[in-house]
């Protein structure tokens, strides 16, 4: 499988997602890719906000290597998988789809252990630590989602 995360800035919530379902799925051994995009031009090869990096290494996740990048029309040719954090994100992936075929691969993160809830995941850019921390249980607990939909068969 092929995984895409995507956010806003993809500096904080989408590179988090990528760390924390990449890190489970080395864990079980899986081959599947998971990359992150966002749609802020201002952000595009800019590393991860530090206090995604600060949350991420309390569980041992390392998100130095990350640098922001745009989503692409391609992007829909090259994942299974597309998950949106919020409305906003929905939209602006809905905008650049070329066929309702596109769209059946974009999904709110959440739907994975949430299903049909359109749960949002919350933008903590302007927020406190503690955001970031809430951030990362929601994406940890879709993560799980996700590894027992589609990788332990
Ligand atoms: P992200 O957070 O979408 O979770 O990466 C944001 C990062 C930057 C901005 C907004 C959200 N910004 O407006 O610069």
Redesign the pocket.
Known sequence: MKYLMI?????????LAEGVLRDKLEKIGSNSIVESR?F?T??DGDIA?YRAQKTAKKHNIDLSKHRGSLFQAVDFDNFDMIYV?DKNNYSDVASMARTPEDMKKVDFLMNASRPGTDTVVV???YGADENFDEVYEMIDEAADAIIKQYEKK
């Open positions: 956010c806003l800035g993809n500096i904080c919530r989408s590179p966002g802020e201002y952000h906000d954090m933008d903590p850019y």
